[in-house]
């Protein structure tokens, strides 16, 4: 039998009732850093999905780049998301926690004035989210390679921590221009030590915070995500094909349960700069598209052997029951984009599920 977006497939030894991933969006509703009730209704609303990703949660107070965003490294935080978890098991759903350390994407503000840090001192061109508003980036500060094995750990602490809260697994943010992205990246990377020069040592952190997660939890509770041609956050790299090609080996090596892959620009556009299929090819495990994709282009991405998975983003956060919508080709509720950050239920918890026939 032929397999397609509502067909069931296995993650760590873990069924999925489907293969429609509920994409990691950050919204901003976590105001302590602590998952709040709201929260636990809008993950629990859309548990159908065949794997729900979280928003990016950061992985220590150093990690913090934007306001109202939770983290999964205290003990406080492990008891609200359980409250998530719990929910979201209880409806029949699969649940894994994004781990993100934003590096130089953040400001002073949020580290009683201490710069950020990240691979180099290289200021990224844009303006940070503070809760006093739009502040322009700020050099940040190069971390120093006795810090480095500091880096790992709190990734490491904060897997521990996503196993406290009972996630089914977590996800290695490595994508759109936050710390693991600019460690990979020629652009924002300018070391001469072992983290730098070569993709081999650019992808080390990478490489060697998966490995610490693995160790940690087991490889089939790990997925990493990866964005090879999107410019987010001022991210560049001269060759991301083979870059990316060897991201994927060696991040296959792991034995990591997918890789997930953001396949489009910052426009949401395809670039073709890089082949996808290429880094496919690299990844022996579940591989997981994501870049604006629907119903049809899902099927035949699966159907084609393009991809294992795919995930959707602003369709899941508009439409709690976007697998039953996609699978009785029911029209799908608007997006209110006004809404996608901060604010009250309005445009988070408040979208219709279809009625029950």
Not at 148 to 163: L, N, S, Y
Not at 204 to 211: C, H, I, Q
């Amino acid at each position: 039998m032929s397999s397609d977006l509502f067909s069931p497939v296995y993650i760590g030894g873990s069924e999925l009732s489907n293969r429609m991933a509920m994409a990691p969006m950050t919204r901003n509703r976590a105001p302590e850093t602590i998952p709040t009730e709201l929260m636990v209704t809008y993950y629990a609303q859309r548990a159908a999905a065949g794997l729900i990703i979280t928003e990016g949660a950061q992985v220590s107070e150093q990690g913090i780049g934007y306001p109202a965003t939770p983290g999964i490294h205290n003990d406080a935080q492990v008891q609200g998301w359980k409250k998530v978890t719990g929910s979201v098991h209880a409806h029949g759903g699969h649940v894994f926690c994004q781990l993100w350390h934003c590096g130089r994407i953040s400001h002073p503000d949020y580290h009683g004035g201490a710069l950020p840090v990240a691979p180099s001192a290289i200021r990224a061109d844009g303006q940070a989210f503070t809760y006093e508003g739009l502040k322009d980036f700020v050099t940040p500060r190069a971390l120093e390679l006795t810090e480095i094995p500091g880096i790992v750990e709190q990734f490491r602490h904060a897997a521990t921590c996503a196993m406290q809260a009972d996630f089914d697994g977590v996800e290695i943010h490595a994508a759109n221009g936050y710390l693991l992205d600019q460690f990979l990246r020629d652009g924002t990377n300018q070391r001469n030590d072992a983290y730098g020069g070569s993709i081999g040592n650019r992808a080390r952190l990478l490489r060697e915070v998966t490995e610490a997660v693995v160790d940690e939890i087991g490889a089939g509770k790990v997925g990493v995500r990866i964005s090879p041609v999107n410019a987010f956050n001022d991210i560049r790299d001269s060759d991301p094909q083979t870059l990316f090609n060897h991201v994927a080996g060696m991040l296959g090596d792991t034995g990591i349960a997918y890789l997930h892959t953001v396949e489009v620009s910052m426009t949401g556009e395809p670039d073709a700069s890089v082949d996808m299929a290429e880094i496919r090819r690299h990844f022996p495990g579940i591989y997981m598209a994501n870049g604006g994709y629907d119903k049809t282009r899902g099927n035949a991405a699966i159907r084609e052997n393009r991809t294992d998975m795919v995930s959707f983003g602003v369709p899941f956060l508009s439409n709690p029951d976007l697998p039953r919508r996609l699978r009785q080709d029911a029209p799908l509720n608007e997006a209110d984009q006004a809404t996608f950050y901060g604010g009250d239920a309005h445009g988070y918890t408040d979208y219709p599920a279809l009625e029950a026939s």
